[in-house]
């Protein structure tokens, strides 16, 4: 499913603020003619897109999933729809079977901002040293502690992709890894903005990423430029996987 995270306090349901996750079990518990409750691959933070992201819910209703997903969507807000829908395996759970989750964020690095844009990217007008972010970017990939990203408990997570292309003003960064922290993108990309605007350089980025310590890092990016892509599954699907402790917290952005 995707969404347009821009008004919404996230993926996660809450009782006093509009979310994805509510939208979703409305129209799904319409369509159903029962209560429903979905379980999201990533719990995406305020204003925190999503093009990849991947739910499971359970339902006695005897449509098929063409007749189901044809349904949803006509009661979804424009800014939220299902892509595909299909049966999955009774041990499938959207989250701990997930093996890896994908995110992009964009910059807009340019002298003028796009309005047609503006909900998606991040502008920045001064010029950002794209070759420097990279090469620091490269730290990252492994198992790191990646507490100095984290808003909230830190913890240990592998990072398997961590790397940025350009087209045009447009400055992508996509990095995959098999969790993330509430928050650690977005930390990520505030400070290798640093390294772009000449602020530190990569060794002192490694020394941010090995202090464990969020006081030393950058500020967190806008959430307009985060997108979740991709989540992976083992092929042929999985079991639930038993959450280790440090991601009883986790977030996913």
């Known amino acids: 499913m995707a969404y347009d995270g821009t008004r919404y306090a996230g993926f996660q349901i809450q009782t006093n603020a509009p979310t994805v996750q509510a939208e979703l079990e409305k129209a799904l518990g319409r369509i159903c003619g029962e209560p429903l409750r979905i379980t999201g691959a990533g719990r995406t933070d305020a204003g925190v897109h999503a093009s990849g992201q991947v739910v499971d819910f359970r339902t006695k209703s005897p449509l098929n999933a063409a007749d189901l997903g044809r349904g949803v969507n006509a009661l979804l807000p424009e800014d939220i ?134 006081a030393r890092a950058g500020p967190s990016a806008p959430a307009n430029g985060l997108c979740l892509i991709a989540v992976d599954y083992a092929l042929g699907g999985a079991a639930p996987q038993t959450p280790a402790p440090s991601e009883l917290n986790e977030a996913d952005e």
Do not use: Q
């Open 81 to 214: 729809a299902v892509s595909a829908l299909e049966p999955a395996e009774e041990s499938f759970h959207a989250r701990f079977s997930a093996t890896g989750r994908t995110y992009e964020y964009r910059i807009r690095n340019a002298g003028e901002r796009d309005p047609l844009e503006r909900r998606r990217e991040h502008w920045l007008a001064p010029t950002l040293d794209l070759a420097a972010m990279a090469e620091a970017s490269e730290v990252l990939v492994g198992r790191h502690d990646f507490s100095a990203f984290a808003a909230g408990p830190g913890g240990i997570r592998t990072i398997r992709k961590a790397a940025w292309c350009r087209d045009a003003a447009l400055l992508r960064f996509e990095i995959s890894a098999d969790a993330f922290l509430r928050g650690m993108v977005r930390a990520i990309v505030g400070t290798l903005i640093w390294v772009g605007r000449g602020k530190i350089d990569r060794a002192a980025f490694a020394e941010i990423v090995a202090s464990r310590d969020r």
